[in-house]
C-alpha cells in the first residue's frame, strides 16, 4: 500500500476568514469566479513527500512524534498574485521568507534522511505560500496582485494524507502535532 503523503500547517480560523473575504472581493471586482480550493483545505505545505510505501509512513510516523518541539510560528502574508510566474497557473498568498518556517522544513528533512524515508525531493527552492485556486485557462486573467502585510500564527504541524479525485484533492489528517507556545 502506497500513501501519497505531505506535511503541512494548517491554518487559524482567523485568518481563513480573512482569506474568504479577500476571495469574495476578487470575485466581485473582476465579475469573475476564481476556482477557490476550499477554505478548509487551505494549508502551508513544509515538505510534500510523494507516494510513501506503508513502513516508510510508520516510520515517518513514529519520527515525527519524536521529533523536538518547535515553537508557534509566526509569519506574514507579504502579497496575493498568480504564480508560479510567468506561468500563472495557480493564485498563491506569498509568505514573506521565514527562518522558523526554514528551520521546521531543514529539520524534517533531516529526519527524513536520518531514517532512511524515501520521498519526493524538491530540487527547487522553498518558498512558502498558500496555495488559493488552481486556474485551467489563463486566456484573461486581470492583474490581482496586492501587498497585504497580513500577520499570521501557525501552532500546528499535520501530516495529511492527499487522495486525488476528479472534483480535487480529498486531505485526511493522519497525525497533528501541537507545535508548542513558547515565548
Known amino acids: 500500500m502506497r500513501l501519497r503523503l505531505f506535511i503541512a500547517l494548517p491554518l487559524t480560523e482567523g485568518i481563513i476568514k480573512k482569506i474568504d473575504f479577500l476571495e469574495k472581493e476578487l470575485d466581485k471586482s473582476f465579475k469573475i469566479h476564481f476556482p477557490w480550493i476550499p477554505l478548509n483545505n487551505l494549508h502551508l505545505t513544509i515538505v510534500f513527500l510523494g507516494y510513501l510505501n506503508y513502513e516508510d509512513y510508520l516510520k515517518l ?58 520521498y519526493q525531493r524538491e530540487n527547487r527552492q522553498f518558498v512558502a505560500h498558500i496555495n488559493l485556486a488552481r486556474l485551467k485557462r489563463q486566456d484573461f486573467l486581470p492583474e490581482i496582485k496586492r501587498d497585504l502585510n497580513w500577520d499570521i500564527y501557525f501552532n500546528k504541524l499535520v501530516l495529511f494524507k492527499s487522495e486525488l479525485k476528479s472534483s480535487g484533492a480529498v486531505y485526511e489528517k493522519l497525525l497533528e502535532l501541537p507545535l508548542d507556545f513558547l515565548p
Open 61 to 118: 510516523d513514529q519520527s515525527l512524534k519524536n521529533m523536538k518541539h518547535f515553537k508557534s510560528i509566526k509569519a506574514q502574508i507579504e502579497k496575493i498574485d498568480y504564480a508560479p510566474l510567468p506561468s500563472k497557473k495557480m493564485i498563491w498568498l506569498y509568505v514573506k521568507e521565514n527562518y522558523e518556517l526554514e528551520k521546521l522544513k531543514n529539520e524534517i528533512e533531516k529526519i527524513l534522511n536520518e531514517n532512511k524515508i524515501r
